[in-house]
């Protein structure tokens, strides 16, 4: 059964420091987002990207993150400059289409020091 | 603007009783979807059920079904004969079509714990 992997599974990082996220969405997806979730808290919308543009970013998603499909397999999450605050699990998740389910991958769990 | 109430933050069950995790929500949209997920102890999200506005009828799948009341926008869900591998937190979400951009908006959660 297809899934979304993710690289790493867990991240450790001093604060200022630049980090990417990596994810292979499943194959025939066209949508795809990311997500983070603070220890115990809700997971919270990112940025959703289809047809290689951003279609849609919260107010989370600020000039520090970014994201890219550098090929046809992998989706990258680059935070710029990391803070303390930014620690928590990043999920990628995609999608066949709109308002179809998310299939979302195991995270990433960065820890800013 | 959309949002996704959770009233119960933690329910705790012995195995084999019946539980229903409610789930409130609020948009504007007149399409929408609204999913269930499932997050045990390992930390995955699992999808486990999609719904589209349009389509109240309630669905069964084993032990697990969803009620979907447009009137009173809620869109709950009940585990018959709960199981302790049923424990996790369930996250309730809805996808509306405003912003195309299709992200999905989650209630807190609710964490539950079937003791044996």
């Known amino acids: 059964e297809p899934e979304v992997t993710q690289t790493p599974s867990h991240q450790v990082t001093q604060m200022g420091q630049e980090v990417i996220l990596r994810c292979v969405p499943i194959?025939?997806?066209?949508?795809f987002y990311w997500y983070r979730q603070i220890l115990g808290q809700k997971v919270e919308f990112l940025v959703s990207?289809?047809?290689?543009?951003?279609?849609?970013k919260s107010e989370i998603f600020d000039d520090q993150f970014s994201v890219e499909r550098p090929d046809g397999s992998n989706f990258t999450l680059k935070i710029r400059s990391t803070k303390l605050e930014d620690s928590a699990m990043y999920f990628c998740?995609?999608?066949?289409?709109?308002?179809?389910?998310?299939?979302f991958g195991p995270g990433t769990r960065l820890t800013v020091t | 603007a959309q949002k996704v109430t959770q009233a119960q933050t933690e329910i705790s069950v012995v195995e084999k009783e019946d539980v229903t995790l409610d789930c409130v929500y609020e948009?504007?949209?007149?399409?929408?979807?609204l999913f269930w997920y499932k997050q045990p102890p390992s930390g995955e999200l699992v999808f486990l059920i999609r719904?589209?506005?349009?389509?109240?009828q309630n669905e069964i799948s084993g032990r697990y079904s969803w009620n979907f009341q447009k009137s009173t926008s809620s869109f709950n869900f009940t585990i018959t004969a709960s199981q302790v591998v049923d424990s996790a937190v369930y996250f309730c979400?809805?996808?509306?079509?405003?912003?195309?951009?299709?992200?999905?908006?989650f209630g807190q959660g609710t964490e539950l714990s079937v003791k044996p």
């Open positions: 998740a995609s999608s066949r289409a709109l308002g179809y389910e998310q299939y």
């Open positions: 194959s025939n997806h066209l949508y």
């Open positions: 990207f289809y047809n290689n543009e951003i279609s849609e």
């Open positions: 948009t504007r949209d007149t399409t929408y979807y």
């Open positions: 719904r589209n506005s349009f389509d109240e």
């Open positions: 979400a809805l996808s509306g079509t405003r912003n195309q951009g299709g992200k999905l908006i």
